[in-house]
């Protein structure tokens, strides 16, 4: 019978950029109103035998090179047993705009690179990795939307590279949403391409939990 990996008296972490953030720094706190919370509650209601320690860590705004300077603390300090972080779209936007700090692709590799590594050496944590997504189906001409969507790919393979390099967990999430955009108008997933609202968010929070069930 499936069985959700993460067991009981385990500690997860999320970590992230404002898809993550989802409010829990606020009036949300601690895990906030988005795919975080709700794999919380998918879990509790899948597995409430299972006494599950749960962080959320994302930051909104965030690249990877600001995850790499809060690693210690965010992550390598609570010695997780998992860790899923999605990053990506931040960094994509820095390199397009020129804004500081500019997350080329070089140096998000470099940087991913970076946190994956010391994860494995200096904590025993299982790690998923969830590819950066653009909620658009806009193949135009020169739009903003087209744009970011023909950036995107190098910046997806560098996370798939990361997975097959430090034996991540995957989940090709900018691939899932395109399959969802064949049957339903964007809006029902996210009023603007990059933060999801309700049902976007459940679909990511579907596929952690689809992720992390054998």
Known sequence: MADFLVQDGQTY????????????????????????RLTVDLVTAKCPERSIRWINKGIGG??????????TDDVIRHQPDWVSILIGINDLHSNLRQMEPI??????REKYDEILTRTAEETDAQVLLIDPF????????????????E????????V????????CRHIPMHDIYQEHLKLRESE??????????????????NAIVDALTE
């Open 62 to 71: 965030n690249r990877v090179v600001q995850l790499a300077e809060r690693w």
């Open 151 to 158: 950036a995107l790919p190098p910046y997806i393979e560098v």
């Open 188 to 205: 029902d997933f996210c009023a603007e391409p990059v933060h999801p609202g309700p049902t976007g968010h459940m679909i990511i929070a």
């Open 160 to 167: 798939r590279e990361m997975a097959h390099r430090h034996g």
């Open 103 to 108: 997350v080329s692709v070089e140096v998000y």
């Open 134 to 149: 653009y909620i658009s189906a806009d193949g135009g001409n020169g739009t903003w939307r087209s744009i970011v969507l």
């Open 13 to 36: 972490i999320f970590q992230g950029d404002s898809i993550t953030d989802a409010g829990r720094r606020a009036a949300a706190a601690p895990l906030g109103t988005g795919y975080a």
